[in-house]
């Protein structure tokens, strides 16, 4: 008489029953492994390019209209017009600088950095606060991307995997294993490496808060347990048509498999 997980799983067990030398191919189970969807402000340095209101006060300060009175005359815009703070921006990030004739008239003066700009070999930096959303494995306790292998050997691969990332709402009969490592402060530096490495055209500055918004979901895979004739147990963690979008293969998750043996080693939690 076939056991549940053989009227369930029999074409599976063919494929697999053989594959852990000295172990026996004991049950197959859908497992959902804990994932987290998190948000965090951060402080972030962006590269601007050159706008056209400060390309052309550069210029005009090139010509020799250089005082305050004379661009505002040559542009037509009042001398305490609120544009005018442009004027301080340009200082601010030394484009242009202040001097002082012995009468003590203010006349600004483009730097070498202001002309580096102008011929567009130098952008300016400024601060934004922006949202950064990331994924984080639980279990492996590493950034995750949904797009890219779990297995860090197979990271390089071409074609994007996309993996189905589930509400915990949303989840059927299956073994849960359990939220143990919600990131609510993660280590700086990894952070901010991982912030460049996806947000492109920003710079990691600092975090705007420590709060980070963090929802919990979960990945279906199917748990293939092993048992050897000393009573040790190994669990396989293999995809099917729940863990990903275009599924074919019932692909090895090397790492995830490693840390589900270890999971249930650790707990010994019920898997029934």
Excluded at 77 to 86: M, N, S, W
Excluded at 174 to 203: C, D, I, W
Aim: with cysteine; charged share 30%; proline share 2%.
């Amino acid at each position: 008489m076939k056991t549940d997980f053989l009227i369930k799983y029999e074409k599976q067990y063919d494929m697999f029953k053989d594959h852990r030398e000295n172990f026996e191919l004991v049950n197959i189970f859908e497992m959902y492994i804990p994932f987290w969807k998190c948000m965090q402000k951060v402080v972030a340095e962006k590269s601007v390019a050159i706008d056209r209101f400060s390309k052309v006060i550069l210029e005009t300060v090139i010509i020799g209209i250089n005082s305050h009175e004379e661009i505002c005359a040559f542009l037509g815009i009042v001398e305490d017009a609120f544009v005018t703070v442009q004027f301080h921006y340009l200082v601010k990030n030394g484009l242009i600088k202040e001097v002082y004739t012995d009468d003590i008239k203010l006349l600004y003066e483009i730097t070498p950095k202001g002309y580096s700009f102008l011929e567009k070999k130098h952008t300016v930096k400024q601060l934004e606060i922006v949202e950064f959303h990331f994924l984080y494995n639980d279990l492996l306790q590493t950034f995750f991307d949904d797009k890219i292998t779990i297995d860090s050997i197979d990271n390089k691969q071409q074609k994007p995997i996309h993996y189905k990332l589930l509400a915990n709402r949303h989840l059927k009969e299956g073994v849960k294993v359990q939220y143990k490592h919600r990131p609510k402060k993660l280590p700086s530096l990894e952070f901010a490496t991982y912030f460049n490495r996806k947000m492109n055209g920003y710079q990691f500055y600092d975090l705007d808060d420590s709060n980070v918004r963090t929802y919990e979901r979960s990945i279906s895979f199917l748990a293939f347990e092993y048992i050897s004739k000393d009573n040790s147990k190994h669990y396989d963690i293999r995809r099917h048509k729940k863990s990903i979008q275009k599924f074919k293969l019932y692909t090895l998750e090397e790492e995830l498999s490693l840390a589900v043996t270890d999971y249930f080693n650790k707990y010994q939690t019920d898997r029934s």
